[in-house]
């Protein structure tokens, strides 16, 4: 008896343990207005956005395969300059969301801090209006996008705005978006009848 019951325990354990899908930690806590849309985002492929209380911006990509072709696009091109230690690599791709600009070596630093100095480090945001607009130098959102869809070319696209983030700060997101030609996106929004549940409103 003493043996089935340690075999039911370590069944147990084991589907636990296999079905349980763990969320990485994010970066910035976005509170969402709410609506009746009945849409969920999808898992895979979606970049999502999210802008906080304070208009700092952070993005994100759903999968771990992106991450990584999005960074080694980034370093390719030279949009991030000097070197990434490895274990700053490995947090990045398994992080669920980011806010880190890419100016003055601000993104390698952040990256290559110990893991002490890591979790006091406050994410100030990243960019969303190039301030050359020529060029389009300064966006750092814009080039994460550009990684993005170059790592998935059917990537999808999900803004998180908090209920009460700035217009100012969604607009520049949303024509950040439209420089590169995705005028559809979804609208990420807490639905009404729970609390709980995030839903989606394209």
Request: without cysteine.
């Amino acid at each position: 008896m003493t043996a089935m019951v340690d075999v039911a325990f370590l069944l147990l354990t084991f589907f636990i343990l296999t079905t349980t899908k763990f969320r990485e930690d994010q970066s910035a806590e976005v509170d969402t207005p709410s609506s009746v849309s009945s849409l969920t985002p999808p898992d895979k492929g979606l970049m999502t956005i999210s802008v906080d209380n304070e208009g700092r911006i952070f993005a994100g990509f759903s999968d771990i395969g992106t991450r990584e072709a999005a960074i080694q696009r980034m370093i390719s091109d030279e949009f991030i300059t000097g070197e990434i230690s490895e274990d700053g690599y490995k947090q990045f791709v398994s992080l669920e969301d980011f806010g880190v600009t890419l100016d003055k070596g601000e993104f390698v630093n952040w990256l290559n801090l110990p893991d002490s100095e890591k979790e006091e480090y406050v994410q100030e945001g990243m960019t969303a209006v190039a301030r050359d607009t020529l060029t389009g130098a300064g966006n750092d959102l814009k080039l994460w996008i550009r990684a993005g869809r170059l790592a998935d070319q059917r990537m999808r696209f999900a803004i998180k705005g908090d209920i009460d983030a700035s217009y100012k700060e969604i607009g520049d997101v949303i024509s950040t978006l439209q420089d590169w030609n995705i005028n559809q996106f979804s609208l990420i929004t807490e639905l009404e009848e729970g609390p709980s549940a995030v839903e989606v409103e394209e």
